[in-house]
T-cell receptor, first 111, second 115 residues
Framework: AQSVTQLGSHVSVSEGALVLLRCNYS??????LFWYVQYPNQGLQLLLK??????LVKGINGFEAEFKKSETSFHLTKPSAHMSDAAEYFC?????????FGQGTRLTINP | EADIYQTPRYLVIGTGKKITLECSQT?????MYWYQQDPGMELHLIHY???????EKGDLSSESTVSRIRTEHFPLTLESARPSHTSQYLC??????????????FGPGTRLTVL
């Protein structure tokens, strides 16, 4: 069975600083991995996904993630945080018939 | 851009009322899903559907029911709402290809409060 662990339920960074949100997965098959973002009182929006091929995946809003099979990780990064990046971020792995989500990481940006 | 709609966005009702949360998508997706999400918490899958006349229960037990009479419409019903049903309900649909890695597109959610 597939599972996802997001390390850190809350992450706080200063505006302009590097953003790093951690995600580790468990999968019995080659994983398909996703990052979603949720702004307050809204649904989830896809940031990026990894299926096959290049392990460094670029997404929207300047985010990217790198698939590391040896570390079973899919961490999300952004070089320079903006105030508008404040939101909840969810990592997910494709299960047999559905997505399996992590518990989420709330990103706070300090001015 | 995905087009998936949920109504109402916010609902406050009294205990014992019957409610239906509406979800519609215009993308022709076969697969649709309902998630329950408490504030600041993870998502729990409560129902999903592979297509018309197909419904399945998800990972989290729920007293709600769903139906899928039309491809584009996947409503969720609570016959008798209780305060424990207070939560946010998110609807999603995914690409019709059936391949692994199909992206789920989410609606804006319905925030339900039962008094």
């Amino acid at each position: 069975a597939q599972s996802v662990t997001q390390l850190g339920s809350h992450v706080s960074v200063s505006e302009g600083a590097l953003v790093l949100l951690r995600c580790n997965y468990s999968s019995s098959v080659p994983p398909y991995l996703f990052w979603y973002v949720q702004y307050p009182n809204q649904g989830l929006q896809l940031l990026l996904k990894y299926t096959t091929g290049a392990t460094l995946v670029k997404g929207i809003n300047g985010f990217e993630a790198e698939f590391k099979k040896s570390e079973t990780s899919f961490h999300l990064t952004k070089p320079s945080a903006h105030m508008s990046d404040a939101a909840e971020y969810f990592c997910a792995v494709q299960g047999a018939q559905k997505l399996v989500f992590g518990q989420g990481t709330r990103l706070t940006i300090n001015p | 851009e995905a087009d998936i709609y949920q109504t109402p966005r916010y609902l406050v009702i009294g205990t014992g009322k019957k409610i239906t949360l509406e979800c519609s998508q215009t993308m022709g997706h076969d697969k649709m899903y309902w998630y329950q999400q408490d504030p600041g918490m993870e998502l729990h899958l409560i129902h999903y559907s592979y297509g018309v006349n197909s419904t399945e229960k998800g990972d989290l037990s729920s007293e709600s029911t769903v139906s899928r009479i039309r491809t584009e419409h996947f409503p969720l019903t609570l016959e008798s709402a209780r305060p424990s049903h207070t939560s946010q309900y998110l609807c999603a649909s995914s690409d019709p290809s059936g391949a692994r890695g199909d992206t789920q597109y989410f609606g804006p959610g319905t925030r339900l409060t039962v008094l």
